[in-house]
Nanobody, 122 residues
Framework: QVQLVESGGGLVQAGGSLRLSCAAS????????MAWFRQAPGKEREFVAA????????NYADFVKGRFTISRDNAKNTVYLQMNSLKPEDTAIYYC???????????????WGQGTQVTVSS
């Protein structure tokens, strides 16, 4: 089992920034691809970004390219999502997920955090 706990969400004005953190415990963190997904009210959960075990391989959804940066610190068992130039449409619950192989598809991820709310006001 891998336990994931997100933090860093909150209320921010459009154009502002937030940094989300996801602390992992349990199995060896560095063995897992880590990802961020988000889910807005009335919408399906969608892929935001993923990072490989070494931190060199990253993948982003088109709608966050150039604004969000995913990173990880394997010594701290933590993955981060730096979110800049936030827009009201970024408002959602943001979830951290872990999987041995990783992908952009949420159903392929075995472990999930409880989520952290991000609200962007206009």
């Amino acid at each position: 089992q891998v336990q994931l706990v997100e933090s860093g969400g909150g209320l921010v004005q459009a154009g502002g920034s937030l940094r989300l953190s996801c602390a992992a415990s349990g199995r060896t963190f560095s063995n897992y691809v880590m990802a961020w997904f988000r889910q807005a009210p009335g919408k399906e959960r969608e892929f935001v970004a993923a990072i490989g075990w070494s931190g060199y391989s990253v993948n982003y959804a088109d709608f966050v390219k150039g604004r969000f940066t995913i990173s990880r610190d394997n010594a701290k068992n933590t993955v981060y999502l730096q979110m800049n130039s936030l827009k009201p449409e970024d408002t959602a619950i943001y979830y951290c997920a872990a999987d041995i192989q990783g992908s952009t598809r949420s159903y392929e991820y075995d472990f999930w955090g409880q989520g952290t709310q991000v609200t962007v006001s206009s």
